[in-house]
């Protein structure tokens, strides 16, 4: 999830000639005049490009801000028209992408994870963002964090573009840290080993009303069996000096020692301690029962920052770094912009509205607005982020988080290992299996697939 921006977005031209367009396009009348015959042919020369965006942001209020800077765009670009178009739950989106093309009506652009980025590569609907930059001059490449177009790298070359970045850490209840004679200031930005964390969440762990139940666990864990989790659980891998894929990506390494034990970890919280809940399927983001006191730690990420500020939260609120075994980790998220193949005049529009995205004149009022973290270091620099900075350490946490941060790799073969390895921890979880003999049957599956 800081120099000078020098995005270039090359709207003059296209505006004043809208406007003067736009000037001449006034019929009198029925009578045809030298005038409107000029203008009926400018008509022709501004012919608007209608594009398809897909997204699965589900927070309303980020919603909105979306909706906002599009106009925005459309203001700038009047040749390049927008619509918009949430396909639902992220984890889900991939079918329901692959249908699209299959029927030879793909969207335009996506907004999606992009570790998804080898799948959609390798499958060859894309049309590679790197193309784009090579032929545009006007575009800094330099400004956008290289970490982040590593992420949308496969084989060497740049497939999708950032379009926002975050990261994960553990959510607190400040008032039950008090109540459990905890300063809950000491622990802002904090990393804590997996043993402390452990012995915090037993303190925060209780049967309120004295009935042999527990009404308030210290944290919650994310069950399921989809990227949520998996995406969680990466964090405790790499944690305890593991990977999923060896340093080349030709083969799956995480039911190690190291995946054994993460996994162990999180089946021991919820069962030998006592001090964690499952979450709800698929669901371990919600924020229902960290409102409702019934835990008091969570994993979630700073996107969250407006529904907390607008529910009176942010302020009850902290924000710790994940449990650490043998180095500090995260887990880089946001999402990327997928440009699909098209024709040549949509997917031009498409790269304007993503170098859009890139600039300073997205990134910030979407960070200010939404929680997320910019991926041009040009806004770090903008007064009014550098403010909102000083003013919030709930962000600034998630800023200075980014330094230990992994992400997942970009390969083709990632959708189908971390379905593997969602069903994995959903056994573990159920008891159905120990966490080696889940983690194992997992990798043993996923192996020919690298084979393939």
């Known amino acids: 999830m800081k120099k000078k921006a020098a995005f270039g977005i090359l709207l003059l031209g ?9 000037g ?10 030298p005038t409107e015959s000029k203008a009926e042919e400018t008509k022709e020369e501004i012919k608007i490009v209608e594009l398809e965006f897909w997204h699965g942001i589900e927070a309303p209020e980020n919603q909105k801000v979306l909706e ?7 203001e700038t670009h009047p040749n390049i028209k927008i619509k918009i178009v949430n396909y639902g739950a992220q984890d889900k989106a991939v079918p329901k992408i692959m249908s699209a093309v299959q029927a030879g009506t793909p969207p335009d652009l996506v907004w999606l994870n992009p570790a998804q980025t080898g799948f959609f590569a390798e499958a060859g609907v894309l ?9 545009d001059p006007s575009f800094n490449k330099d400004d956008v964090y290289e970490g982040l177009w590593e992420l949308g790298t496969y084989k060497g070359k740049i497939y999708t573009a950032p379009f926002d970045t975050n990261n994960l850490a553990i959510y607190y209840n400040k008032e039950l840290f008090k109540e459990a004679g905890l300063d809950p200031e000491a622990y802002m930005g904090k ?3 997996w043993e402390e964390f452990r012995e915090l969440a037993k303190k925060l762990t209780k049967d309120k009303d004295g009935d ?6 210290g944290f919650m864990v994310p069950f399921g069996r989809l990227e949520w989790t998996v995406w969680t659980w990466e964090v405790f891998l790499w944690s305890a000096g593991g990977e999923l894929l060896t340093e080349d990506q030709s083969k799956p390494i995480f ?5 054994i034990k993460a996994l162990q970890y999180w089946v021991d919280l919820v069962y030998k301690d006592k001090v964690a809940k499952l979450s709800e399927a698929n669901a371990g983001y919600k924020l229902d029962d960290f409102f409702a006191g019934r835990v008091a730690m969570m994993i979630n990420g700073p996107w969250n920052f407006p529904v907390l500020k607008s529910e009176g939260w942010l302020e009850k609120t902290g924000v710790m770094l994940m449990p650490y075994d043998k180095r500090i980790a995260t887990n880089i998220g946001g999402e990327n912009l997928f440009i699909f193949k098209t024709t040549p005049e949509r997917e031009k529009a498409a790269w304007e509205f993503a170098k859009f995205v890139m600039s300073p004149e997205f990134q910030v009022p979407w960070a200010l607005k939404t929680g997320y973290l910019p991926v041009c270091k040009s806004a770090l620099e903008n007064p009014e982020y550098k403010k909102f900075l000083e003013e919030n350490v709930f962000i600034k946490i998630y800023v200075e988080n980014l330094q230990y941060g992994k992400a997942r790799p970009p390969v083709p073969q990632y959708p189908e290992m971390s379905a593997a390895i969602g069903q994995a921890i959903e056994a573990a ?3 159905k299996k120990d966490p080696e003999t889940a983690l194992k049957e997992a990798q043993t599956k996923i192996e020919e697939l690298f084979k393939s």
């Open 68 to 74: 906002e800077l599009v106009k925005r765009f459309e």
């Open 127 to 135: 049309a590679p963002v790197e193309d784009f930059i090579k032929n």
């Open 429 to 431: 979880l159920l008891q």
């Open 191 to 193: 990393a804590l080993t």
């Open 24 to 33: 001449c396009l006034q019929k009198q009348g029925t009578t045809t005049t």
């Open 14 to 22: 296209v505006f004043v000639f809208g406007v003067m367009a736009s």
């Open 212 to 217: 042999g139940k527990i009404d308030q666990y």
């Open 255 to 259: 039911a190690s020692e190291a995946g």
